[in-house]
């Protein structure tokens, strides 16, 4: 097995147009790394998401960020699994919320979709970091939980106000953020990232 590959520079551009998202990653981050321009900043275009896994989506968005900004590239694909619904959304997590990315619509057709079946749901976490030269390395973080209706909570971001993760009772959306972070699936995979690429 060859040996992960460390990061080093200041610079690491997130390869998203999610405001929230590029946020997150650089409160996460922001111990190791000085600069994160998004692809969003830099004019980048979002390749069409046409992998059928969370870590091979995330691998293609990444390569696509380090290749169009010639620098380190970090991308991240996400998002809620309902066994009760076949595992949907999943992949689909942002599809469901539509062109203008409405996640209380989303939201909606989660409610619909599951009426009075098993709540228990879990979000899943790929990021894959890539270099200009082609080398990516990834990892997968989750967070298990049941889904609560209507929304709570005005924090967070996408399905964050129906998630309960185990043993709270409040959902992402009426947490502290320092709290989630701690917890979240996204956390999850930055601790084991983290540990792969940026510790010496």
């Known amino acids: 097995m060859t040996e992960p590959r460390h990061f080093v ?13 590029v946020r997150e990653i650089a409160e996460l981050l922001g111990a190791y790394v000085a600069k994160f321009p998004s692809a969003g900043d830099l004019a980048l275009a979002e390749p069409d998401e046409t992998e059928d896994s969370f870590v091979g989506n995330a691998v293609l968005k990444a390569r696509a960020a380090a290749v169009g900004s010639n620098l380190p ?18 992949i689909y997590s942002a599809r469901w919320a539509g062109p203008d990315k409405d996640f209380g619509l989303a939201m909606r057709r989660g409610e619909q979709e599951l009426g009075d079946g098993d709540p228990a749901a879990h979000f899943v ?13 990834a990892v997968e973080g989750k967070v298990f ?19 309960i993760p185990t043993g709270f009772d409040t959902t992402f959306a009426e947490m502290d953020p320092t709290a989630k972070h701690s917890m979240s699936h996204r956390a999850d995979a930055f601790r084991q990232l983290v540990e792969r690429c940026f510790k010496a």
Do not use: M
């Open 9 to 21: 520079g200041d610079t690491l551009v997130i390869a998203s147009h999610n405001q929230g998202k």
């Open 125 to 137: 976490c790929a990021l894959a970091l890539a270099w200009p030269d082609g080398h990516v390395e």
């Open 73 to 90: 590239a970090l991308a991240d694909d996400s998002g809620l699994v309902v066994p009760a619904l076949g595992g949907a959304p999943g």
């Open 145 to 163: 939980g049941r889904l609560v209706f209507p929304p709570r909570g005005d924090r967070g971001f996408g399905y964050d106000p129906i998630f």
